[in-house]
Nanobody, 123 residues
Framework: QVQLVESGGGLVQAGGSLRLSCAAS????????MGWFRQAPGKEREFVAA????????WYADSVKGRSTISRDNAKNTVYLQMNSLKPEDTAVYYC????????????????WGQGTQVTVSS
């Protein structure tokens, strides 16, 4: 079992930045690809970004590409999502997830999920 705990969310003005963290416990995440998803009120949970277990390959949703960077520190068993130039439409609960599959873009690809951290971007 992998337990995931997100942190770093909060209220920020449009144009600001946040760095989300996802701390894992129970197992090392070095053999897991890790992803970030988000869910806004009344909407489906959507893919944001993912990073391969090797750390060398990353993927981003078009909506955040160029504004966000996913990274991992396997020594700290932690994954990060740096978000810049935030927009009101980025407001959502952000979830961290772990997978051992080779696919990354769908909610069903992931085996373990955190409880989420709220990000609110004011205009």
């Amino acid at each position: 079992q992998v337990q995931l705990v997100e942190s770093g969310g909060g209220l920020v003005q449009a144009g600001g930045s946040l760095r989300l963290s996802c701390a894992a416990s129970g197992r090392t995440i070095s053999s897991y690809s890790m992803g970030w998803f988000r869910q806004a009120p009344g909407k489906e949970r959507e893919f944001v970004a993912a990073i391969a277990w090797t750390g060398g390959v990353t993927w981003y949703a078009d909506s955040v590409k160029g504004r966000s960077t996913i990274s991992r520190d396997n020594a700290k068993n932690t994954v990060y999502l740096q978000m810049n130039s935030l927009k009101p439409e980025d407001t959502a609960v952000y979830y961290c997830a772990a997978t051992r599959t080779t696919t990354y873009g769908q909610r069903a690809d992931y085996d373990y999920w955190g409880q989420g951290t709220q990000v609110t971007v004011s205009s």
